[in-house]
């Protein structure tokens, strides 16, 4: 497995691999690697033939008063994971090698960026529908890997592609969780323990809402209170936002019809966790 910083070598490997014919897939991640991207690369490299983790923290999906400086980056294990997982190629390039010193032309996915994280993160989204726009550029892959831990990213990045006719397929994965039900996050070695033990009350409360919904709720208000509920009872823990919604178009239901999309965002002390699941009627 090789590691490359720039577009130009990322650029040539592909293209001889795809000389040769081989099928070529792509999961773009921003590093500090656990088991959920490892489910990732691992899917990927039982279904494609070549396997290309790019690893890059994007600045420009940062906000001003996030934590871009102190995000987590250990990229010799990371390339450990990697080669172990399965991958041929790490892309790993500077913010330098990704952008001019102009501000970038920008992809936009306006209409599933409104709610949920959207509404919370401004200008996220765009910064990932352009720097993913960027990455399917430079590898062009036959597949990219997402994971359904990051719901609205995902579908944003479906319609995207729809949208600008990208030739290259999609594929969600299933959220990853530790033993004791916390969905894996690069984020989570922020926490401390008293607030990881805390931090347990995301899939606590996504649990008691999809409890209610196999018992039969339809109402999204009730469902909501029900999460609220849950979350009040951990004194760590600030809501960010609870939403559910048609898990396609993302938007606002009244009552449980097709699938939904339940997500919620918290805060546990500093650290902003998301969690969701989609529910099938
Ligand atoms: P990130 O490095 O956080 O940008 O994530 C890179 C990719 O890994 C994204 O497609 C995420 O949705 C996916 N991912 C992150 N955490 C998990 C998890 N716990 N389970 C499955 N996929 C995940």
Same mark, same amino acid.
């Given at each position: 497995?090789?590691?490359?910083?720039?577009? /130009?070598?990322? =650029?040539?490997?592909?293209?001889?691999?795809?000389? /040769?014919?081989? #099928?070529?897939?792509?999961?773009?991640?921003? *590093?500090? &690697?656990?088991?959920?991207?490892?489910? &990732?690369? !691992?899917?990927?490299?039982?279904?494609?033939?070549?396997?290309?983790?790019?690893?890059?923290?994007?600045?420009?999906?940062?906000?001003?008063?996030?934590?871009?400086?102190?995000?987590?980056?250990? +990229?010799?294990?990371?390339?450990? +994971?990697?080669?172990? %997982?399965? %991958?041929?190629?790490?892309?790993?390039?500077?913010? #330098?090698?990704?952008?001019?010193? /102009?501000?970038?032309?920008?992809? #936009?996915?306006?209409?599933?960026?409104?709610?949920? @994280? *959207?509404?919370?993160?401004?200008?996220?989204?765009?910064?990932? @529908?352009?720097?993913?726009? !960027?990455?399917?550029?430079?590898?062009?892959?036959? !597949?990219?890997?997402?994971?359904?831990?990051?719901?609205?990213?995902?579908?944003?990045?479906?319609?995207?592609? =729809?949208? +600008?006719?990208?030739?290259?397929?999609?594929? *969600? @994965?299933?959220?990853?969780?530790?033993?004791? *039900?916390?969905?894996?996050?690069?984020?989570?070695?922020?926490?401390?323990? !008293? /607030?990881?033990?805390? %931090?347990?009350?995301?899939?606590?409360?996504?649990?008691?809402?999809?409890?209610? &919904?196999?018992?039969?709720?339809?109402?999204?208000?009730?469902?909501?209170?029900?999460?609220?509920?849950?979350?009040?009872?951990?004194? &760590?823990?600030?809501?960010?936002?609870?939403?559910?919604?048609?898990?396609?178009?993302?938007?606002?239901?009244?009552?449980? =019809?097709?699938?939904?999309?339940?997500?919620?965002?918290?805060?546990?002390?500093?650290?902003?966790?998301?969690?969701?699941?989609?529910?099938?009627?």
């Amino acid at each position: 497995m090789n590691t490359v910083k720039t577009i /130009e070598e990322a =650029r040539h490997q592909v293209k001889v691999w795809k000389k /040769e014919g081989y #099928s070529i897939a792509l999961v773009p991640t921003m *590093g500090s &690697l656990h088991d959920g991207h490892e489910s &990732l690369i !691992k899917r990927a490299a039982k279904e494609n033939e070549k396997v290309v983790v790019s690893i890059f923290v994007n600045p420009i999906q940062f906000g001003p008063n996030e934590d871009l400086a102190s995000y987590p980056r250990n +990229l010799t294990k990371d390339k450990l +994971l990697c080669e172990s %997982a399965g %991958a041929n190629l790490i892309f790993a390039p500077e913010a #330098s090698e990704m952008y001019q010193k /102009e501000v970038p032309t920008n992809v #936009s996915v306006q209409e599933l960026a409104v709610g949920l @994280c *959207g509404a919370k993160r401004p200008g996220h989204f765009d910064g990932v @529908c352009t720097v993913v726009s !960027k990455l399917f550029n430079i590898i062009p892959a036959d !597949k990219a890997y997402f994971g359904e831990k990051d719901a609205q990213q995902l579908a944003i990045i479906k319609r995207m592609v =729809r949208d +600008l006719n990208f030739d290259i397929e999609i594929i *969600g @994965c299933p959220i990853v969780r530790e033993e004791d *039900g916390l969905a894996k996050s690069s984020r989570n070695v922020y926490l401390s323990s !008293k /607030e990881r033990e805390a %931090a347990l009350i995301l899939n606590k409360s996504l649990t008691k809402a999809r409890q209610a &919904l196999s018992d039969g709720e339809k109402s999204t208000e009730t469902l909501k209170k029900i999460i609220i509920q849950q979350l009040k009872t951990e004194t &760590l823990a600030k809501i960010d936002y609870i939403d559910v919604v048609d898990a396609a178009s993302l938007t606002a239901i009244e009552f449980v =019809r097709k699938p939904i999309l339940v997500a919620i965002a918290v805060y546990i002390g500093k650290t902003r966790l998301i969690d969701n699941f989609i529910y099938e009627s």
